[in-house]
């Protein structure tokens, strides 16, 4: 329990150094919207893994998404057959597998991307975001429009979120977009839970309500980061605007057609990001295969990213035998993408405590290759704001360390 409790400590410490001088942290800092932040934080953890009610809700709401998958199977068996999940026309061999993940599990996307633009042509997700948003309002004193970008990212993407707002987005100031930008790097999306609860349902059953609630924490950290790093410019007062952007499709059934398109084309990105990201590791390994044995095993890429990640598995409280496995799945994550650590953490030989620790420091999409993305996306979104591209080297490392108050918190939570 000591080491995730400092851990949390030298995160909160390290979120300071992003405005550049700690002295103003001490002096100039609203440190209400802080430690509010903390103890809402601490609150969150503590209900849904304490208090009945909402460990009953979490568990209700996590086998609910999970549906979504059994839902998709019955599209892709009648699309691709046994290919897609169904019936096998043959008799499978002795340790066979007829699993295909881009067919059996991936199409999650594509319904889950169907059912958000749905939902938010009727208003039914904006106004959830909404509420939530409020919330967030009145903890971290920050624009009512800001908390609801930041409650719609725990159920759609880095970029769909930021829609929510498109006509505010040019005008927006640098501490409001890094809270956008750090968002989109400390959480992950609703359309891939299934997929990665689906990957770890072998070694850990209820990885959904870990999921779900991992993304929960990571929005709230990245919040509290920028109540210390960059807080509010404008005056929260002066916030009369609590309405959300109309839907731009022309009737419902023109957000479905859009929600599925959408879906396809990132079900395809994905499948093609994998064979790529795959076939890469594989060839750079290849290469490392010529050096020398480093302790009696051959150096690969994970390993080379798993040194400099061994620290924050250590603090994160893994366990001493789990930390070298553990340290090389979060390299994975922040070397190639959070996709491909689930994979690696579905096969390693680790206890399950530390499978679930790792679920809250993996959820995201805090790697190299969503830099790219994010800055591509968000500047076709906002072309107007410069500030882009100079806040998301500060968000990337915003929503690091937002990814390690979330992952230590759980952690200490745990070990009570």
């Not at 959070?338 to 399950?352: H, N, P």
Request: charge should be neutral; proline fraction near 4%; hydrophobic fraction near 55%.
């Amino acid at each position: 329990m000591l080491r995730p409790i400092i851990g949390y400590s030298l995160f909160l410490t390290a979120s300071a150094f992003l405005c550049g001088n700690f002295r103003d942290i001490l002096q100039k800092r609203n440190w209400r919207p802080i430690v509010f932040g903390i103890l809402f934080q601490v609150l969150v953890v503590f209900a849904f893994t304490n208090l009945p009610a909402c460990v009953s809700a979490i568990e209700w709401v996590a086998n609910g998404v999970m549906k979504l998958k059994d839902a998709t199977i019955e599209g892709t068996k009648f699309c691709f057959g046994y290919i897609g999940g169904g019936d096998l026309p043959f008799n499978l061999k002795e340790n066979g597998s007829a699993f295909v993940f881009a067919f059996q599990v991936l199409p999650t996307i594509i319904l889950v991307s169907a059912l958000s633009a749905m939902l938010t042509y009727l208003k039914i997700l904006p106004i959830l975001a909404k509420i939530i948003g409020y919330v967030f309002r009145v903890v971290f004193n920050v624009k009512s429009y800001i908390g609801m970008v930041a409650a719609a990212k725990i159920f759609i993407g880095q970029l769909e979120a930021p829609l929510l707002i498109k006509s505010k987005l040019n005008t927006l100031p640098k501490s409001e977009m890094f809270v956008v930008l750090a968002l989109a790097f400390a959480t992950a999306s609703a359309s891939v839970m299934p997929i990665y609860a689906t990957v770890l349902a072998p070694v850990c059953p209820d990885a959904m309500k870990h999921i779900i609630i991992s993304s929960v924490l990571g929005v709230i950290s990245v919040l509290i980061v920028a109540a210390i790093a960059m807080p509010s410019e404008s005056n929260i007062a002066e916030d009369i605007s609590d309405t959300f952007e109309a839907s731009e499709h022309k009737g419902f059934m023109g957000a479905l057609s859009k929600g599925l398109s959408d879906g396809l084309f990132v079900w395809w990105c994905i499948v093609g990001s994998l064979i790529g990201t795959i076939a890469l590791i594989a060839l750079f390994n290849y290469v490392l295969e010529s050096f020398p044995n480093v302790a009696g095993a051959p150096i690969t890429l994970q390993r080379i990213f798993g040194v400099f990640m061994y620290p924050f598995a250590w603090l994160m409280g893994i366990q001493p035998q789990d930390l070298s496995a553990i340290s090389q799945i979060l390299g994975t994550k922040m070397a190639i993408n959070e996709t491909v650590a689930f994979f690696d953490l579905a096969k390693a030989a680790v206890s399950q405590e530390s499978v679930v620790k790792t679920i809250y420091a993996i959820n995201n999409f805090g790697n190299f290759s969503a830099i790219g993305i994010t800055i591509g996306g968000m500047s076709a979104l906002a072309p107007g704001n410069k500030s882009i591209a100079e806040l998301v080297g500060k968000a990337f490392i915003g929503g690091f360390l937002a990814t390690g108050l979330s992952a230590t918190l759980a952690s200490i939570f745990f070990a009570i």
